[in-house]
């Protein structure tokens, strides 16, 4: 199919890595220009080497820590328009309630709910009118509540409510608002989660491996199943569709439960 992406201009947070780097694998592949924000300077220039040999698109890099308003106020002057905003950004930790400081649940939401927010604030102005897009990768805990990821669920929740909100009538602007709530993903960040969730579940971070016999199909999804998602929702192939967030889990969360 084609995305018709060819020579549009993303902007990519949490870039460096994960999700971020394979959402920017596949814009790159269908024609797409890039700018990749993340702390990681080395990953991303090493992706951008990468990236412009293969596909002869332009990519610049844009080394930030995100977890300030003005860094992403920075951000949004040094990166000026895109077509399409990717919120990636995001670090909540795991762990329970008891678990859990005021400090943790700042340091979460400052980058990933505040983040998200403050990008899309700055974005959404500069896109009416123009066809842009806006795709917030949020988490399935925003659906499918997890104790044990408590502050994650929270902000993955509000994410969700700020999407549809935003979405709801945007279209009316000439902007799409879209969310990808991904379930387990094979990344570096879902290791550090599922040995929480061994600690919590099975008493020892060193099992979290079993964990993966409760999975659909017995495996978490791969980062290139979650990034073709979201260049087709990135894409003019999905022209009507905003406010809406669309989950990719094997059915953990129409199934009622955590894993």
């Not at 080497?49 to 300030?68: A, K, W, Y």
């Amino acid at each position: 199919m084609q995305l018709h992406l060819t020579d549009k201009t993303a902007l990519i947070t949490g870039a460096s890595k994960g999700i971020g780097l394979a959402i920017a694998r596949v814009f790159a592949a269908e024609g797409c220009h890039l700018h990749l924000a993340a702390r990681n300077a080395d990953a991303m220039m090493e992706a951008k080497g990468e990236i412009e040999t293969r596909d002869g698109v332009r990519v610049t890099v844009h080394p930030l820590d995100l977890s300030t308003t003005g860094a992403m106020e920075a951000l949004a002057v040094a990166v000026g328009g895109v077509d399409i905003l990717v919120n990636n950004a995001g670090d909540i930790p795991a762990g329970s309630l008891a678990t859990l400081k005021d400090d943790d649940w700042r340091r979460g939401f400052d980058l990933k709910l505040f983040g998200y927010i403050t990008l899309s604030r700055l974005y959404y102005p500069r896109m009416k009118g123009k066809g842009g897009v806006i795709v917030n990768i949020i988490g399935n805990s925003g659906e499918n509540w997890d104790a044990s990821y408590i502050a994650g669920s929270t902000g993955n929740a509000a994410l969700m409510s700020f999407t549809k909100a935003l979405g709801g009538t945007s279209l009316d602007d000439g902007v799409r608002v879209v969310a990808v709530n991904p379930g387990p993903v094979a990344t570096d960040r879902m290791l550090k989660i599922m040995k929480r969730k061994a600690i919590d579940m099975l008493g020892d971070e060193g099992r979290w491996q079993e964990l993966f016999q409760k999975y659909p199909a017995k495996r978490p999804a791969s980062a290139e199943e979650v990034a073709d998602l979201v260049a087709f929702l990135a894409s003019p192939r999905a022209g009507y569709i905003t406010g809406t967030v669309v989950t990719i889990d094997g059915g953990i969360s129409a199934r009622g439960s955590v894993i």
